[in-house]
């Protein structure tokens, strides 16, 4: 069974850092690339960022690049999220997603970001 | 990087059929058959019920069917069920980046 479970939410202040984990098990962690997929309150999904299996291809969201930095540790079956500069619509639950046909396919249960002034 | 468009609600009663459309442009939706549909209920996280366009994951119910025409994706519901009132959101590989649409809250009568 996969199973992703993202850690590392918390509360921060405008301007702060946070480094979100997803640790994933039930597959062979490097054969899939890795997404980051964000949900502030009340609102629609938000596709932040992605990793190919190896991290020879990566992508950002305009709205964090230059303040993001996805990357992942293939012996340790886990992919993180730096998260530097942050602004308070940066808030919102940060889930990670396990590709499949291009597109995120298996979500974990997210973890909450509160950025504050 | 421009959010697919959806509409913000649609509703229909138990038994019926209710279809939800997805636009986007050539660069996302109608360049590529890689659009995908999610169910996420209040509280929880997405669950993928349609991938590459028009596959069903298994354990996905079959009255649940995707389909594209040129920039537009749609996802119906046939015999539409209390179960499936909840949001549901549709997402399109651009290449160099993943956009989703705005989310479509279905409301059972």
């Known amino acids: 069974e996969v199973q992703l479970v993202e850690s590392g939410g918390g509360l921060v202040k405008t301007g702060g850092s946070l480094r979100l984990s997803c640790a994933a098990s039930g597959f062979t962690f490097s054969d899939y690339n890795m997404n980051w997929v964000r949900q502030a309150p009340g609102k629609g999904l938000e596709w932040v960022s992605s990793?190919?299996?190896?991290?020879?291809?990566?992508y950002y969201a305009d709205s964090v690049k230059g303040r993001f930095t996805i990357s992942r540790d293939n012996a340790k079956n886990s992919v993180f999220l730096q998260m530097n500069s942050l602004r308070t619509d940066d808030s919102a639950v940060y889930y990670c997603?396990?590709?499949?046909?291009?597109?995120?396919?298996?979500w974990g249960q997210g973890t909450l970001v509160t950025v504050s002034s | 990087q421009s959010a697919l468009t959806q509409p913000r609600s649609v509703s229909g009663s138990p038994g019926q059929s209710v279809t939800i459309s997805c636009t986007g442009t050539s660069s996302d939706v109608g360049g590529y058959n890689y659009v995908s549909w999610y169910q996420q209920h209040p509280g929880k996280a997405p669950k993928v019920i349609i991938y590459g366009v028009s596959e069903r994951p298994s354990g996905v119910p079959n009255r649940f069917s995707g389909s594209k025409s040129g920039n537009t994706a749609s996802l119906t519901i046939s015999g539409l069920q209390a179960e499936d009132e909840a949001d549901y959101y549709c997402c399109s590989y651009a290449g160099t980046y993943t956009v989703f649409g705005g989310g479509t809250k279905v409301t059972v009568l």
């Open positions: 997603a396990r590709d499949r046909s291009d597109m995120p396919y298996d």
């Open positions: 990793i190919s299996s190896y991290s020879d291809y990566i």
